[in-house]
């Protein structure tokens, strides 16, 4: 080539200079990264991820602020006497029969009407069938209450917490975990591999892929976690993002590292086949290990023992600990213990499964057997 | 480059499982010199080009650059075109080729400054930011070799680098090979057509069943694997060559003969008496041709 100008040919006087480890990395996670940014199903299917999260906030908070207030007919000749009853769905009639019509025809759930004869607070509530109990207190005077053991987190939102929690975990690692699989069998099938391989070592090849497709992973998930928070600011749940927010925050660290394992053994799963047709078999134990802790999130988020174990278990702990913390059943040191064990358990797999991906990438044709590739 | 990087392969063997691939495989690559590397399918090409880059590990044995073992990082300084060809099939040609040579350790600037210039000497200039899938087959060739140049290596190792090659192709990739070779580098190619490795390459080396048969320039091997036939065109008739003592004919008829003699010397008694029998039109050693000397030394 003309324009070429080679160094002295000396051994030590190379003219490409030193490629530090890191740098590699970057490059290769910076291609993974840019590849998938590039990939319109990738866009798509990011964008309708938040659409779900930010409708299904939405739709919480249009379903909480209209549904759960009860619906009173009140006399409007009473209505001065009346504390403040802000907090129902309030109808305003003339005629004492006319809210008697309304409480028959199920229009609304309690009347209040004038009767200074017999009440000494000069109203009488009206039911159907029984007196609403939320109309009578907030017309009683209520004694003061001291609650020595405050009771947990509510139920329901318990269990919304529990789906968030497991939903983005596994809807993020099967996403990010067949991407990278895919794209482990597409350098193998394509035969890039053997080009990559005679440049840099595999082991870099496999942390360059697990940062890239963690860093999108992390990426879409801090997204999704935005755009939760605006979305239940704007729709003014603050309560709710300020009970979920400590335990979400917990959720990304765990995420961060949780994910870093799966990719790890999503990519050396895939490195064992060598066309696209292939990777199901091969990668359903990963998916597997990935669907159980949201199933078990979701049916036990009630069940301190069974989070409790979940919240140790590397593969679990991700979903576990942060619902755990959520609930406020687990001590100051507990996440820190979690994590210590998921990091450790994460460097342990990341070096089995360099293994396994350094010793397989080049065995192309069938399926390798797992045993072989580890022995190498 | 001054033209003394040299590649020596030295007493390499694999096996894979039960079955050994290569045994004691030595030769070397000389600077400047395109070195053709010659043997039949699962001879073990591919496997030595593979342990030569680091790809595969060898049992025994080591690759010797310049006197030294190469260590990985050495590897960067390789241009290596493997027999399996590949590039990710959605990357646009030139961000490809940018992307191998940084990952070689070339600067960006110089990455892109290459990219351009390969594809514009290969002919696929127009083509740079088109994605490899949409490439023609014979373009995607190309590109993959301008992946294998892309970061100015020191040394080349080819595999089949021109199978799948049309005519003028081959030709583009010869004169980029040869310019490479002049600029010192050594360059080994693999090739099973025999008739362009006998064209190209100044050294051989002949592989089979996982060992090495032969290694040499190619006038060396031939004048080595050269028997002593001669061949003989005078303008009269050559009758008189079959009453020559030590004289075998081969081939005859009329002025053209074709025989064998145990030594030299009886060849050019048969040279002076066709001279003072009549004119000589040609007499010549017979040359093997390379297909000749590969049968001869894989058996």
Known sequence: MSTTIFAPATRHSNHLPKLPAS???????????????RSKSFLISTGVLLLIVLASIVVGAVASANADLTKVAIQRSVINALPDMS?????????????????????????????????????????????SADVVAQLSVAPDVRILEPAEQDPFLAYLVALGFGLVFFLSSITFGSTIAQSVVEEKQTRIVEILLATISARLLLAGKVVGNSVLAFGQTLLIALVASIGLLVTGQNVVLGQVGPAAAWFVVFFAFGFVLLAAMFAAAASLVSRQEDLGAVISPVTTLVMVPYFAVIFFNDNPTVLAIMSYIPFSAPVGMPMRLFLGDAQWWEPLLSLALLAVSTVFVIVIGARIYSNALLRTGTRVKLADALRG | MEGTTLLEVRGVSRSFGERQVLTDVTFDVRPGRLTGFVGGNGAGKTTTMRIILGVLSADAGTVLLDGEALEPDDRRRFGYMPEERGLYPKMKVAEHLVYLARLHGLAPAAAKRNADDLLDQLGLGDRAGDTVESLSLGNQQRAQIAAALVHDPEVLVLDEPFSGLDPIAVETVLNVLKSRAAAGAPVLFSSHQLDIVERLCDDLVVIADGSIRATGSREGLRDEHSGQRYELVVAGDAGWVRDMPHVSIVEFSGGHAVFDVPSPPDAQAVLREAISAGPVTSFQRRQPSLAQIFREVIQ
Not at chain 1, 23 to 37: D, F, I, K, S, Y
Not at chain 1, 91 to 108: F, H
């Open chain 1, 23 to 37: 740098q590699v990395v970057r490059l290769v996670a910076g291609r993974e990264v840019t590849a998938r940014l």
């Open chain 1, 87 to 131: 907090g129902f769905d309030q109808t305003l009639v003339d005629e004492v029969s006319e809210v008697e019509e309304l409480v028959r025809e199920g229009e609304v759930d309690a009347g209040i009407v004038s009767n200074s004869e017999v009440s000494p607070l000069g109203i009488t509530v009206i039911g159907l069938d029984a007196a």
